[in-house]
Protein backbone atom coordinates (compact mmCIF):
# COMPACT_ATOMS: atom_id res chain seq x y z
CA UNK A 1 0.00 0.00 0.00
CA UNK A 2 2.90 2.09 1.02
CA UNK A 3 4.52 1.58 -2.13
CA UNK A 4 1.57 1.88 -4.35
CA UNK A 5 1.77 5.74 -2.96
CA UNK A 6 4.93 6.61 -3.29
CA UNK A 7 4.68 5.43 -7.05
CA UNK A 8 1.39 7.61 -7.16
CA UNK A 9 3.15 10.51 -6.02
CA UNK A 10 6.21 9.84 -8.19
CA UNK A 11 3.85 9.33 -11.09
CA UNK A 12 2.10 13.41 -10.02
CA UNK A 13 5.71 14.68 -9.71
CA UNK A 14 6.82 13.41 -13.22
CA UNK A 15 3.46 14.57 -14.66
CA UNK A 16 3.68 18.48 -13.19
CA UNK A 17 7.46 18.41 -14.27
CA UNK A 18 6.39 17.49 -17.99
CA UNK A 19 3.11 19.86 -18.00
CA UNK A 20 5.86 22.75 -16.23
CA UNK A 21 8.14 22.00 -18.96
CA UNK A 22 5.72 21.93 -21.69
CA UNK A 23 4.09 25.17 -20.15
CA UNK A 24 7.37 26.94 -20.38
CA UNK A 25 7.94 26.15 -23.86
CA UNK A 26 4.56 27.38 -24.89
CA UNK A 27 5.12 30.38 -23.55
CA UNK A 28 8.87 31.10 -25.55
CA UNK A 29 6.48 29.61 -28.81
CA UNK A 30 4.50 32.54 -28.12
CA UNK A 31 6.59 34.90 -26.73
CA UNK A 32 8.48 34.26 -30.12
CA UNK A 33 5.72 34.67 -32.70
CA UNK A 34 4.48 38.16 -30.64
CA UNK A 35 7.87 39.41 -31.15
CA UNK A 36 8.06 38.44 -34.77
CA UNK A 37 4.69 39.47 -36.08
CA UNK A 38 5.68 43.18 -33.88
CA UNK A 39 8.72 43.37 -35.35
CA UNK A 40 7.48 42.82 -38.95
CA UNK A 41 4.93 45.50 -38.67
CA UNK A 42 7.58 47.99 -37.63
CA UNK A 43 9.48 47.06 -40.63
CA UNK A 44 6.44 47.02 -42.91
CA UNK A 45 6.27 49.76 -45.50
CA UNK A 46 3.88 52.52 -44.63
CA UNK A 47 0.96 52.90 -46.92
CA UNK A 48 0.48 56.49 -48.91
CA UNK A 49 -0.59 59.24 -46.89
CA UNK A 50 -3.87 61.01 -46.67
CA UNK A 51 -2.70 64.65 -46.74
CA UNK A 52 -6.59 66.23 -45.40
CA UNK A 53 -6.32 64.12 -42.35
CA UNK A 54 -5.23 66.24 -39.46
CA UNK A 55 -2.45 65.10 -38.31
CA UNK A 56 -0.48 65.03 -41.39
CA UNK A 57 -0.36 68.63 -41.38
CA UNK A 58 3.75 68.23 -41.62
CA UNK A 59 3.67 66.07 -44.96
CA UNK A 60 1.77 68.99 -46.09
CA UNK A 61 3.87 71.47 -45.74
CA UNK A 62 6.72 69.05 -47.40
CA UNK A 63 4.42 68.87 -49.91
CA UNK A 64 4.46 73.02 -50.05
CA UNK A 65 8.63 72.86 -50.20
CA UNK A 66 8.71 70.13 -52.83
CA UNK A 67 6.39 71.91 -55.07
CA UNK A 68 7.93 75.16 -55.02
CA UNK A 69 11.10 73.70 -55.75
CA UNK A 70 9.94 71.83 -58.58
CA UNK A 71 10.71 68.39 -57.09
CA UNK A 72 6.90 67.13 -56.99
CA UNK A 73 5.36 64.49 -59.57
CA UNK A 74 1.35 64.79 -59.04
CA UNK A 75 -1.03 61.87 -60.56
CA UNK A 76 -4.49 62.72 -61.05
CA UNK A 77 -6.64 59.65 -61.91
CA UNK A 78 -9.18 61.16 -64.74
CA UNK A 79 -12.82 62.54 -64.04
CA UNK A 80 -16.00 59.96 -63.54
CA UNK A 81 -16.32 57.95 -66.54
CA UNK A 82 -19.34 57.78 -68.69
CA UNK A 83 -19.42 54.05 -69.73
CA UNK A 84 -19.80 53.26 -65.71
CA UNK A 85 -22.65 55.35 -64.88
CA UNK A 86 -26.11 56.86 -66.07
CA UNK A 87 -25.37 60.37 -65.35
CA UNK A 88 -25.30 62.19 -68.83
CA UNK A 89 -22.30 62.03 -70.99
CA UNK A 90 -20.01 65.21 -71.94
CA UNK A 91 -19.27 63.52 -75.06
CA UNK A 92 -18.05 59.76 -76.45
CA UNK A 93 -19.01 56.85 -74.17
CA UNK A 94 -15.29 56.53 -73.14
CA UNK A 95 -14.84 59.72 -72.07
CA UNK A 96 -16.16 61.79 -68.60
CA UNK A 97 -19.89 62.29 -67.09
CA UNK A 98 -21.12 66.42 -67.33
CA UNK A 99 -20.48 65.83 -63.74
CA UNK A 100 -17.06 64.53 -64.46
CA UNK A 101 -16.14 67.63 -66.15
CA UNK A 102 -16.87 69.94 -63.31
CA UNK A 103 -15.13 68.40 -60.81
CA UNK A 104 -12.45 68.40 -62.98
CA UNK A 105 -12.68 72.14 -63.51
CA UNK A 106 -12.38 72.54 -59.41
CA UNK A 107 -9.91 70.04 -59.35
CA UNK A 108 -7.82 72.45 -61.99
CA UNK A 109 -8.56 75.58 -60.01
CA UNK A 110 -6.61 73.85 -56.60
CA UNK A 111 -3.25 72.91 -59.11
CA UNK A 112 -3.72 76.81 -60.49
CA UNK A 113 -3.51 77.91 -56.89
CA UNK A 114 -0.35 75.69 -56.28
CA UNK A 115 1.56 77.45 -59.15
CA UNK A 116 1.80 75.78 -62.70
CA UNK A 117 4.04 78.17 -63.53
CA UNK A 118 7.11 75.93 -63.81
CA UNK A 119 5.22 72.41 -64.38
CA UNK A 120 5.04 69.76 -67.22
CA UNK A 121 1.72 68.47 -67.99
CA UNK A 122 0.46 65.00 -70.16
CA UNK A 123 -2.53 62.80 -70.17
CA UNK A 124 -3.39 59.43 -71.66
CA UNK A 125 -4.83 59.04 -74.80
CA UNK A 126 -7.61 57.77 -73.55
CA UNK A 127 -10.45 59.94 -74.08
CA UNK A 128 -11.57 60.18 -70.54
CA UNK A 129 -8.28 61.62 -69.23
CA UNK A 130 -7.55 64.00 -72.25
CA UNK A 131 -11.20 65.64 -71.65
CA UNK A 132 -10.56 65.53 -68.14
CA UNK A 133 -7.13 67.22 -69.18
CA UNK A 134 -8.74 69.97 -70.59
CA UNK A 135 -11.06 70.92 -67.80
CA UNK A 136 -8.41 71.05 -65.62
CA UNK A 137 -5.67 73.26 -67.32
CA UNK A 138 -6.59 76.25 -69.25
CA UNK A 139 -3.44 75.34 -71.84
CA UNK A 140 -3.15 72.67 -74.15
CA UNK A 141 -2.17 69.41 -72.39
CA UNK A 142 0.00 67.00 -74.49
CA UNK A 143 -1.14 63.56 -74.53
CA UNK A 144 1.44 60.18 -74.36
CA UNK A 145 0.78 56.62 -74.16
CA UNK A 146 3.17 55.54 -71.45
CA UNK A 147 0.98 57.57 -69.21
CA UNK A 148 -1.71 54.51 -69.92
CA UNK A 149 0.37 51.88 -70.73
CA UNK A 150 2.54 51.66 -67.42
CA UNK A 151 2.67 48.26 -66.14
CA UNK A 152 5.82 47.22 -65.15
CA UNK A 153 7.47 50.62 -65.82
CA UNK A 154 5.31 53.59 -64.57
CA UNK A 155 8.15 55.15 -62.49
CA UNK A 156 11.00 54.43 -64.69
CA UNK A 157 8.45 56.48 -66.94
CA UNK A 158 7.55 59.30 -64.91
CA UNK A 159 11.70 58.94 -63.67
CA UNK A 160 12.63 59.83 -67.59
CA UNK A 161 10.04 62.38 -67.81
CA UNK A 162 10.57 64.32 -64.74
CA UNK A 163 12.40 67.56 -64.73
CA UNK A 164 14.71 69.00 -62.26
CA UNK A 165 12.95 71.68 -61.23
CA UNK A 166 9.88 71.33 -62.81
CA UNK A 167 6.64 69.44 -61.40
CA UNK A 168 5.22 66.74 -63.53
CA UNK A 169 1.67 66.65 -63.45
CA UNK A 170 0.15 63.32 -64.95
CA UNK A 171 -3.63 62.47 -66.07
CA UNK A 172 -3.79 59.01 -65.93
CA UNK A 173 -5.46 56.17 -64.71
CA UNK A 174 -5.89 54.78 -60.99
CA UNK A 175 -4.42 51.25 -62.52
CA UNK A 176 -1.05 53.40 -63.02
CA UNK A 177 -1.44 54.63 -59.59
CA UNK A 178 -1.25 51.09 -57.94
CA UNK A 179 1.44 50.19 -60.13
CA UNK A 180 3.68 53.41 -59.02
CA UNK A 181 3.56 52.79 -55.91
CA UNK A 182 4.42 49.17 -55.97
CA UNK A 183 6.56 49.57 -57.54
CA UNK A 184 7.99 52.60 -55.09
CA UNK A 185 7.35 49.24 -52.30
CA UNK A 186 4.03 51.51 -51.19
CA UNK A 187 1.33 48.87 -49.88
CA UNK A 188 -1.97 50.20 -52.21
CA UNK A 189 -4.06 50.25 -49.25
CA UNK A 190 -5.95 53.21 -51.47
CA UNK A 191 -8.78 52.52 -53.93
CA UNK A 192 -8.34 56.05 -55.82
CA UNK A 193 -11.57 57.72 -56.86
CA UNK A 194 -12.42 60.02 -59.77
CA UNK A 195 -10.28 63.02 -59.51
CA UNK A 196 -7.91 61.89 -56.60
CA UNK A 197 -4.25 63.01 -57.03
CA UNK A 198 -1.29 61.35 -55.48
CA UNK A 199 2.38 63.14 -54.52
CA UNK A 200 5.69 62.09 -54.36
CA UNK A 201 8.43 63.69 -54.36
CA UNK A 202 11.93 63.62 -56.98
CA UNK A 203 14.83 65.56 -55.95
CA UNK A 204 17.49 65.56 -58.63
CA UNK A 205 17.75 62.97 -61.39
CA UNK A 206 19.83 60.09 -59.25
CA UNK A 207 17.65 60.75 -55.59
CA UNK A 208 15.30 57.94 -54.69
CA UNK A 209 11.87 59.05 -55.15
CA UNK A 210 9.56 59.41 -51.75
CA UNK A 211 5.97 58.89 -50.97
CA UNK A 212 4.32 61.98 -50.07
CA UNK A 213 0.66 61.14 -49.98
CA UNK A 214 -2.37 61.96 -51.47
CA UNK A 215 -5.54 64.06 -51.83
CA UNK A 216 -9.37 63.04 -53.02
CA UNK A 217 -11.46 65.69 -54.93
CA UNK A 218 -13.44 66.27 -52.02
CA UNK A 219 -11.28 66.49 -49.18
CA UNK A 220 -8.76 69.66 -50.96
CA UNK A 221 -10.75 71.69 -48.33
CA UNK A 222 -9.42 70.50 -45.56
CA UNK A 223 -5.79 70.51 -46.46
CA UNK A 224 -4.00 73.24 -43.87
CA UNK A 225 -4.61 76.82 -44.82
CA UNK A 226 -1.89 79.08 -45.94
CA UNK A 227 0.83 80.40 -43.25
CA UNK A 228 2.28 76.99 -42.05
CA UNK A 229 5.57 77.25 -44.31
CA UNK A 230 8.90 78.27 -42.38
CA UNK A 231 10.05 82.17 -42.65
CA UNK A 232 11.87 82.55 -46.21
CA UNK A 233 9.80 80.25 -48.10
CA UNK A 234 6.55 80.90 -50.16
CA UNK A 235 4.56 79.52 -52.90
CA UNK A 236 2.65 82.04 -55.46
CA UNK A 237 -1.09 81.92 -54.69
CA UNK A 238 -0.79 78.74 -52.83
CA UNK A 239 -3.70 77.45 -51.42
CA UNK A 240 -2.12 75.22 -48.99
Not at 88 to 100: A, K, M, N, R, Y
Not at 187 to 214: C, D, K, R, W
Request: aromatic share 6%; net charge neutral; glycine share 6%.
Amino acid sequence: MILSLRLAGAKRALLRKALARYRNTLVIVVATALTVFITLQLLAPASAPNLALPGNASRVQALNLSWAKGDVVALVRHGERCDRTSTLCLGPEDGITVHGESVAQALGYEFRQMGLAHADIYSSLLTRSRQTADAMFVRPVEAQDWVFNCRGKMLSDVLKHKVPGRNLVLVTHSECMDELESQMHVPTETTFSYGASLFINVEGASAQPQMLGYVETQDWSAIVPPGTLPAGHSLEASRF
